[in-house]
């Protein structure tokens, strides 16, 4: 999978996933364009790429905030005068809330589903309008395994998600014709944090037999992305290290 000189933004670059996933593409060649709204954060990981001795790419930080659809038009003329294409998104930003539907508020529901899912669409409509000038590219978009299961207070959040997976099999039929993919991965529990504090349970409760790192997600971003895989469009990858097929019994 070589992505030398190929072009890629990853929203909500400057940390977690999107910071894996923006530093493996930049380690197989490509220029990547770090969509991340803190600055801070963003900067890091520029700095960190291109600093890397063995890393080929380059990054760019642009900053945005994906919930405002002019900012991502701005994000994608950015990229637009500077290449003049675009080979892959990878739409990655989000944020959730953790609260009652009793208590929700609308002003956080719609800053949850504008933030997670309109972004996925606006992004997506305006990469592609680059894309097709090119004969096409990818998106992935990212979604949860909290799309098919949850916990109590999660409403906003899995129904962004929820939305992503739908949204990701409609893009895949409307840009199909202007040889554009797209595909969602939706991970399982993905520790951003201190693996090493991880208990001996906590891997358990996955077949593979460990709790899931952030590479993990950027390898299958690469997979998804490679126009060897032009065949795959559409569809949900689950990465969960088995856990959402484990059925699970009060002992």
């Not at 659809?69 to 944020?95: H, Y």
């Amino acid at each position: 999978m070589k992505y030398t000189d190929n072009i890629v933004i990853v929203t909500g670059g400057g940390q977690g996933i999107g910071l894996a996933v923006a530093s493996m593409y930049a380690a197989h060649g490509a220029h990547v364009v770090i969509a991340e709204q803190n600055p801070a954060a963003g900067e890091a990981t520029v700095e960190k790429i291109n600093a890397a001795r063995d890393t080929p790419g380059t990054a760019l930080f642009v900053q945005t905030d994906v919930s405002s659809p002019e900012q991502i038009e701005q994000l994608m003329q950015t990229v637009d005068s500077r290449w003049g294409r675009l080979d892959v998104l990878i739409n990655n930003a989000g944020l959730s809330v953790w609260e009652s539907p009793y208590d929700l508020a609308v002003d956080a529901w719609d800053r949850i589903l504008n933030t997670n899912l309109r972004s996925v669409f606006l992004a997506s409509r305006e990469a592609a309008k680059i894309m097709r000038r090119n004969g096409g590219g990818a998106i992935v978009n990212l979604a949860s395994t909290r799309a098919h299961m949850s916990e109590p207070h999660s409403e906003a959040y899995a129904a962004s998600k929820g939305g992503i997976l739908a949204l990701t099999h409609a893009l895949g039929v409307s840009l199909g014709p202007d040889g554009i993919r797209v595909n969602a991965i939706s991970p399982g529990w993905i520790e951003n944090g201190d693996y090493s504090a991880l208990r001996p349970q906590d891997h358990a409760q996955h077949p593979a037999g460990r709790v899931g790192t952030p590479d993990d997600i950027a390898r299958a971003c690469l997979f998804l992305t490679s126009k060897d895989n032009d065949f795959i469009t559409g569809t949900e990858l689950v990465i969960d290290g088995g856990m959402t097929r484990k059925m699970i019994y009060e002992p």
